[in-house]
């Protein structure tokens, strides 16, 4: 799909270049047929030529964009000409299906369409998680709060204040962000000594190291980045500075504290947060999977391809038979990859670690073992593929990623 919309680009910008040609030819033909009127033979041949050179540039502009059409409608019907059907011969979900029903359902509690999950609770005949729907819905109804036209952050803070010990315990630093979104908000709408009033109560906790001996100093404190005694009061500095400007904001160098995307930032700091506190992702697992499966079928189906002309099948259920480029937010962990037989580990071939601190696939290192002598026994000593260093199959540890 990155590439057709390259080349829908592309396409566009050569449309745009081709129709300002076919205009400027067109105009001067205008210009020329206009300075003709009354000035002879002459004038009008040259009109005519002029004429004849504007139907050449047309003819020449849709030759051209006709041409980078027809490719570009190639390129679409190649991108979409896919064989889905060995998709559905797949038994992964075959024993799984009340998994899937039930992560469906998950789903749409968690994306707030509860009525479509009562519904779809109904008919695959599954217990609705009154607890669960109970749960999503304070939470869509808080970040409904903060996106809304008056913007209320108090049931937020409310929130946030409540359960202040789990967020610091899971390294979380939302309660900050919402005081500073009310600081801010007060600001907005000059109410500035109830603003100040505002941050001489709330600030003072973010911005020092708690006294020696107090019940915040023996607590233990999180480790996390934003978290740390004083960690915001380079920023609650800054942020005292914008009394200054109160009667001109937008002219001030605080003009993109007040951003109206800061509302959305913060309703998806909440509930990003809620979620954790849970023990859920931010972003609902179904979708997350669903738009993966999407990057990876053109690469499966054409490993699915390769493997029919050659009379070939993928044996794997468990792995994929060609790695599929994914970006970096769904990247959730690790995958170890076998250095000699270039084989991604599975829970039946796990990755193994040498004395010597390599590690390869428990395969690798049963035909590494095997492989000292012919005849010779499965705990026999063998060399690491990687350095002088010899090992025992007995004295290789599983790696745990």
């Known amino acids: 799909m990155e590439s057709l919309a390259r ?49 050449g540039v047309i003819a020449e502009q849709q030759r051209e964009l006709y041409g980078n059409v027809a490719k570009y409608g190639k390129h679409v019907d190649k991108a979409f000409k896919l064989d889905l059907g060995f ?16 992560s469906i359902l998950l789903h749409f509690l968690r994306e ?22 109970r749960q999503f819905e304070e939470m869509y109804r808080t970040a409904a709060a903060l996106r809304g036209a008056e913007h209320d952050v108090e049931p937020a803070l409310r929130w946030a204040v409540a359960r202040r010990g789990e967020l610091e315990a899971a390294g979380i630093d939302l309660e900050f962000a919402l005081h500073r979104l009310r600081f801010l908000q007060l600001v907005e709408r000059a109410q500035t000594g109830e603003a100040l009033r505002y941050a001489r109560e709330w600030f003072p906790r973010f911005g020092r190291a708690p006294p020696a001996g107090s019940d915040d100093a023996a607590a233990p404190r999180p480790q996390a980045a934003g978290a740390a005694p004083g960690a915001h009061m380079a920023e609650i500095e800054h942020l005292m500075g914008i009394f200054i400007y109160a009667r001109r904001l937008a002219a001030s160098p605080y003009a993109a504290l007040f951003a109206a995307q800061r509302w959305e930032d913060g309703a998806r700091a909440f509930s990003s947060a809620f979620c954790a506190l849970l023990g859920l992702s931010a972003a609902s697992p179904l979708s997350v999977t669903i738009d993966a499966g999407a990057r990876a079928l ?44 270039k084989e991604q580990a599975s ?22 073992a095997r492989g000292v002598r012919p005849g010779a026994s499965a705990s026999g000593r063998f060399k690491c593929p990687y350095c002088p260093g010899m090992s025992v199959l007995s004295d290789a540890k599983r790696v745990y990623f």
């Open 7 to 55: 080349d829908c680009h592309k396409l566009a910008k050569h449309q745009a270049a081709a129709a300002q040609k076919t205009l400027a030819a067109v105009s001067a033909a205008i210009e020329q047929m206009e300075a003709a009127r009354g000035g002879g033979a002459a004038a009008v041949q040259r009109a005519q030529r002029q004429v004849e050179r504007a139907q």
């Open 347 to 368: 829970p039946d071939n796990p990755p193994m670690m040498m004395p010597c601190g390599h590690v390869v696939c428990k395969a690798s290192l049963d035909k590494l």
């Open 87 to 102: 998709v559905g011969e797949s038994r992964a979900f075959e024993d799984k299906r009340e998994v899937l029903a039930q």
């Open 112 to 133: 707030g369409d509860f009525e479509t999950a009562a519904g779809f609770a109904q008919e695959a005949r599954l217990e609705l998680p009154h607890e669960t729907r």
């Open 298 to 341: 053109p690469v499966v189906c054409k490993a699915a391809a390769l493997l029919r002309t050659r009379r070939a099948e993928w044996s794997q259920q468990n792995e994929l038979a060609a790695e599929v480029p994914l970006p970096d937010a769904m990247r959730f962990h690790s995958v170890f990859a076998c250095p000699v037989s």
